[in-house]
């Protein structure tokens, strides 16, 4: 079965730093993509950032370009977001998501992806 869980979320000032991460199970981890999305209250999911099963490639959207960074440790089975200069923009449910084996590159798309966990809350205050 598997099975992601997200962990690291909370409440921060705007300017603040927060460390999501994702640790997965059930699965063969070094050969899947991993991608965090979020969703904020009203909207719909967006893609926030993606990285291949190499950790070669490795997409952002433009929003959070400069301030997020994604990265994972195959030996931990965990897909890290570290999250910097948050604003009260970035305020959402964090989810991660991984796909089935097989994609070596960094997918944005979230119907690509197959299996996704319970989400994480991230409220940035002003």
């Known amino acids: 079965q598997v099975r992601l869980v997200e962990s690291g979320g909370g409440l921060v000032q705007a300017g603040g730093s927060l460390r999501l991460s994702c640790a997965a199970s059930g699965l063969t981890f070094s050969s899947i993509a991993m991608g965090w999305f979020r969703q904020a209250p009203g909207k719909e999911r967006e893609f926030v950032a993606a990285?291949?099963?190499?950790?070669?490639?490795?997409y952002y959207h433009d929003s959070v370009k400069g301030r997020f960074t994604i990265a994972r440790d195959d030996a931990k089975r965990t897909v890290y977001l570290q999250m910097k200069s948050l604003k009260p923009e970035d305020t959402a449910i964090y989810y991660c998501a991984a796909t089935s084996p097989g994609y070596n590159m960094a997918v944005v798309l979230g119907h690509m992806y197959d299996y996704w966990g319970q989400g994480t809350q991230v409220t940035v205050s002003s």
């Open positions: 990285i291949s099963r190499s950790g070669d490639s490795i």
